[in-house]
């Protein structure tokens, strides 16, 4: 086991004895019934466009098989069936409660076919190696109880040539930006969470596990540690978020 990162010590629930990825499932669990609603209303639906071009950097490769790590409610996996058109897409998610949406809203786009959902960790992911073309993660990596054993199961699940694509939270690096970031995550966001009766804790969550996260070249530097090649990074809207990626090596 490789030996943990400052970030994997942030935790949702200060008080619990149980361990980083028992609460995480338990977060999830608990907010999953307005995760979506959440998720629009706190990013001004900025979220769906970060997605989509984190998805789009996959078209040149024409990925047919691909994995969507902390799939939650399975947005990208649907809007990557959207893009990409590949032929299957296999989503894993340690929440019961999100993966539970997430099938009735594959149902109802009608990638049934295509798409399936099924509780796993992204540690000890269940698949043989060099199974997929690419493996994608939208928001999930800050919540690994140990981020560079998840990113060791994702390298080895990459078929070789395979790609991937992380989009996740960042710090902002200009000072007016930051600031507003900083408000906004540690005092707007809980406070949207209490209108919509979720769980402040997870929103306080959220701005503690961005905050500690290793951003930009300090996590392109632990994906070259983990084996990847031909790394990049790209930020957006004014570095509150990044698109990361990475190759396995032929």
């Known amino acids: 086991m490789s030996n943990p990162l400052p970030h994997d010590h942030i935790i949702p629930f200060k008080r619990s004895g149980k361990s980083k990825k028992e609460q995480v499932a338990e977060m999830f669990d608990s907010i999953a019934p307005k995760y979506d609603v959440m998720n629009r209303f706190l ?36 809007m990557a069936c959207k893009i990409l058109n590949p032929e299957k897409i296999v989503g894993i998610d340690i929440s019961e409660g999100m993966l539970e949406l997430g099938r009735k809203k594959v149902e109802k786009e009608g990638f049934g076919s295509i798409i399936r959902l099924q509780a796993g960790d992204s540690e000890t992911i269940n698949q043989p190696s060099g199974s997929f073309d690419a493996v994608m993660v939208a928001f999930g990596v800050r919540n690994f109880e140990n981020l560079e054993n998840g990113l060791k199961e994702m390298w080895r ?3 070789p040539g395979g790609r991937l694509i992380i989009l996740e939270f960042s710090k902002p690096r200009r000072r007016a930006v930051k600031s507003l970031y900083n408000l906004y995550m540690n005092i707007v966001a809980p406070q949207a969470a209490r ?16 905050n500690a996260f290793p951003d930009r070249h300090a996590f392109t530097d632990i994906l070259i540690q983990t084996g990847f090649t031909d790394t990049g990074l790209k930020s957006l809207s004014l570095g509150i978020c990044c698109i990361y990626s990475g190759r396995k090596p032929f």
């Open 195 to 210: 209108w919509f009766r979720q769980n402040k804790d997870a929103y306080l969550y959220l701005s503690e596990s961005a």
């Open 43 to 78: 990013s001004a639906r900025t979220d769906i466009g970060w997605r989509k071009k984190a998805i789009r950097l996959l078209k040149k490769d024409d990925p047919k098989l691909i994995l969507d790590v902390a799939t939650g409610t399975a947005d990208m996996a649907i």
């Open 157 to 159: 699940v990459l078929k």
